[in-house]
C-alpha cells in the first residue's frame, strides 16, 4: 500500500464504502455507516461508528483516522466536530449526476486508484449513453410522479429527477430538484400529483418500506393514470438515493426498465 495516499478512512456515508470495495480499496477503510449495505461484506468486515446524521466520536477517533468521508449539509455538525480534533475531514455534496461522476473520481484519485476508477467510470458513461439513446427512440414520454418520504411527501432530489429525464420521462416535479434541501421538495399534500396525473408513480421512501394500503388510500388516488394502468412502483432506496456507483449503474437502468415496459404497453 502506497503511504503517499491515506491508510485509515473512515466512510461517515455508504456510496464511499461501496465505491472503496469496488475499487478494491476497501483495506484503507478502517469505519462505515450502520446504513452501509452494499457491499454486504463491509457490515461483516468494518467497524460501525456513525449513523447518518448522528455519529459516535470515541469510536471514530479510536480508528485513529487519516481522512473522514462524509456527504451533505446534513453532515456539517459531525464534520465540525471531527475538523475541532483535528482529523482530515471531506463533506461533498454532489447533487447531480455530472458531479456524481466528479466525486467518484476525486475519491478514487485521493487514494491513487485512478486507473481502475477509469474503466468502471467509463461503464457507467455507457450507461447513460445507452439511456440517451432509449429515450430518443420512445414515441411518448410518461409524465413520473417520484417520492421520496411520504409524511410529509418529498418529491426526487435533483440526481433521480435527471435520470428520469435521461430515461426519456418527464419528472412532474421538476421545478422542485434543483431545491438544495428537503423542505424545498415538500408537498403540502397530494392534491398536486392529482392534478398533474402523473403515468407511473416510483415511491421510494428513504429507508423504510412503502406502505402500499396507505398509498392507495390516499384521497384521488383513484383518478390518476398510475393507478388505472397498474404503474405503481417501490423503488429501493438503496441505488436509488445515495449519490455514488449504485445510482448509475443500478437506478439508471432500472427506471431505462420502468419507461419500455409502460412504452411496450402502451
Not at 174 to 192: C, S
Request: hydrophobic fraction near 40%.
Amino acid at each position: 500500500m502506497d503511504h503517499q495516499y491515506p491508510q485509515r478512512i473512515v466512510c461517515l456515508t455508504d456510496e464511499v464504502t461501496e465505491w472503496l470495495y469496488l475499487l478494491g480499496e476497501q483495506d484503507r477503510i478502517v469505519g462505515i455507516s450502520a446504513f452501509a449495505d452494499r457491499p454486504e461484506e463491509a457490515k461483516k468486515e468494518k467497524p460501525m461508528v456513525c449513523g447518518f446524521t448522528g455519529a459516535n466520536f470515541k469510536k471514530i477517533m479510536a480508528t485513529q483516522p487519516d481522512l473522514v468521508i462524509g456527504f451533505s449539509d446534513l453532515q456539517a455538525d459531525i464534520a465540525s466536530r471531527l475538523i475541532k480534533k483535528g482529523i482530515p475531514t471531506l463533506i461533498t455534496n454532489q447533487r447531480s449526476i455530472s458531479e456524481i461522476m466528479n466525486t467518484l473520481m476525486m475519491i478514487a484519485r485521493i487514494v491513487g486508484a485512478d486507473a481502475k476508477a477509469k474503466t468502471l467510470m467509463d461503464k457507467m458513461y455507457a450507461t447513460i449513453e445507452e439511456a440517451k439513446q432509449f429515450s430518443q427512440s420512445l414515441k411518448e414520454n410518461p409524465k413520473i410522479y417520484f417520492e421520496e418520504w411520504d409524511d410529509p411527501i418529498i418529491t426526487g432530489i435533483q440526481w433521480v429527477s435527471e435520470i428520469i429525464t435521461l430515461c426519456g420521462g418527464v419528472d412532474i416535479f421538476i421545478e422542485h430538484a434543483d431545491k438544495q434541501n428537503a423542505q424545498g421538495r415538500v408537498l403540502a399534500n397530494f392534491e398536486p400529483v392529482v392534478e398533474r396525473n402523473p403515468d407511473i408513480g416510483l415511491f421510494c421512501w428513504c429507508g423504510k418500506k412503502m406502505d402500499r394500503e396507505a398509498v392507495l388510500n390516499r384521497p384521488n388516488i383513484q383518478s390518476l393514470s398510475f393507478y388505472k394502468n397498474n404503474e405503481i412502483h417501490e423503488v429501493d432506496p438503496i441505488f436509488m438515493l445515495q449519490p455514488g456507483p449504485a445510482t448509475i449503474m443500478e437506478g439508471i437502468p432500472y427506471i431505462m426498465n420502468i419507461i419500455k415496459n409502460w412504452s411496450q404497453r402502451k
